[in-house]
């Protein structure tokens, strides 16, 4: 990876270090799998150092841009509306944003200044939403997982959900970080999200009142024998928050165990590391991540944490919701046979990106570099599958008891 620059705040150094950018939709950003101070997937850029670049500088000045000046040229003397021209510093952001779309890669995207810092405040969480996060999948901006207790999902809105249009714009040619933007505002104001939903004929518009996002961590539960612990996202605190409720687990003396991932759109790479070392031995294998080319392969290992006496008969939920973070536990723990995971394919996000600031106030959000499982299994092109299917999700029945058949299915496989 490359070397960065040192930053003041180094809270907002850790947020903005990220491994498999997850877009969080307004609301919140949690970008994918958070890096941390140990492994960054965005990491910050000294202002000139890519100007400064020798070998990129020459490779750039190689090139014929004669047709690139001469269009150029064209639109200046030829568009009789004077009035629309756009400044020339706009006219150039826009030929990088074009060169960058060229690479037809969702999570590769040039800000201009303004948007640069739009995108910066949102990964402090300056900004209000509703509580959805958003993700590229087959070429429409995809709900991942909407945040337990937000707008969004008191609303209805679920995993899988395609937002097709936003105020009235449509999406359909429109990339995540613009779909953000127009989703994110000021706390208490409204935004309508239409929204497409398999199996429904028509778009489904919901008028959400954006508020301050705050996601929940993790909840514990028994069912029968076995102790359930429900992880929502890999923030900051949560491998202090599993390990206090791995400690509840191993006081309440049941032999099982459940990881629910559903709907858990990842954070934090260090805590899906350290949350697996519970599980595995120290140096199993835990995440590859290939950087293409000849750049050396780097591996993530367990730590071999020894907090629990014995391990457990353990199974893992996870869903279309599930992403980065949670893939990398849940391919870890089944391809290391240490869970078996039930439910539905995971989201497939296993992209690493890296953000570079620029020395004009602009920057560059560039894929670097995939997650792999311990198998070898890029996390992005197919997802997690489950070792047991099961399709149907919770749902509440007419006396208002919460249904889980994916639940249900966990707990019955670890009775036998």
Request: glycine share 10%; proline share 5%; aromatic share 6%.
């Amino acid at each position: 990876m490359s070397t960065h620059a040192p930053h003041t705040n180094s809270a907002y150094q850790k947020m903005l270090r990220t491994v498999g950018v997850l877009v969080l939709a307004v609301v919140i950003f949690v970008l994918g799998a958070y890096a941390g101070t140990k492994k960054s997937v965005a990491q910050i850029i000294a202002p000139g150092q890519v100007a400064t670049d020798a070998s990129i500088a020459a490779t750039a000045q190689n090139e014929d841009l004669s047709e690139f000046w001469y269009v150029w040229n064209l639109m200046q003397t030829k568009y009789p509306f004077a009035s629309q021209i756009p400044a020339d510093k706009d006219r150039v952001y826009g030929a990088i944003s074009g060169m960058v779309a060229s690479y037809k890669d969702p999570y590769t995207i040039f800000f201009p200044p303004q948007q640069s810092q739009l995108f910066s405040d949102e990964v402090k969480g300056s900004f209000g939403g509703v509580g959805l996060e958003v993700g590229m999948k087959d070429g429409s901006i995809t709900v991942i997982a909407p945040t337990k207790g937000s707008p969004a999902s008191i609303a209805g809105i679920k995993s899988g959900d395609v937002i097709a249009m936003i105020d009235g714009k449509k999406t359909d040619s429109m990339d995540i970080d613009t779909a953000i933007s127009l989703i994110r505002g000021k706390v208490g104001t409204v935004v309508d999200i239409g929204i497409a939903r398999a199996g429904a004929g028509e778009i489904k518009h919901y008028q959400l009142t954006r508020a301050v996002i705050t996601p929940p961590v993790i909840d514990t539960k028994v069912v029968g024998d076995t102790f359930v612990i429900s992880l929502y996202t890999f923030s900051e605190n949560s491998g202090d928050e599993f390990k206090d409720a791995l400690s509840k687990f191993q006081a309440s003396g049941k032999q099982k165990l459940i990881i629910d991932l559903r709907d858990n759109p990842g954070g934090y790479l260090d805590d899906a590391v350290d949350i697996a070392s519970y599980f595995l031995p120290s140096g199993t294998t835990i995440v590859r991540e290939d950087s293409g080319g000849s750049t050396p392969e780097v591996v993530d290992t367990s730590k071999g944490f020894t907090l629990l006496s014995k391990v457990p008969k353990m199974a893992v939920l996870i869903n279309g919701g599930s992403a980065s973070a949670s893939e990398i536990l849940a391919g870890a723990l089944s391809e290391n046979k240490a869970a078996t995971l039930v439910g539905t394919t995971s989201f497939g996000k296993g992209s690493v990106q890296q953000v570079i600031n620029l020395p004009d106030g602009s920057s560059l959000k560039i894929t670097v570099a995939k997650w792999l499982t311990p198998n070898g299994i890029s996390i992005s092109d197919k997802g997690i599958n489950p070792d047991v299917e099961v399709d149907t999700p919770p749902s509440v029945d007419a006396k208002g008891t919460v249904v889980d058949p994916q639940l249900d299915a966990a707990v019955k496989l670890l009775d036998k």
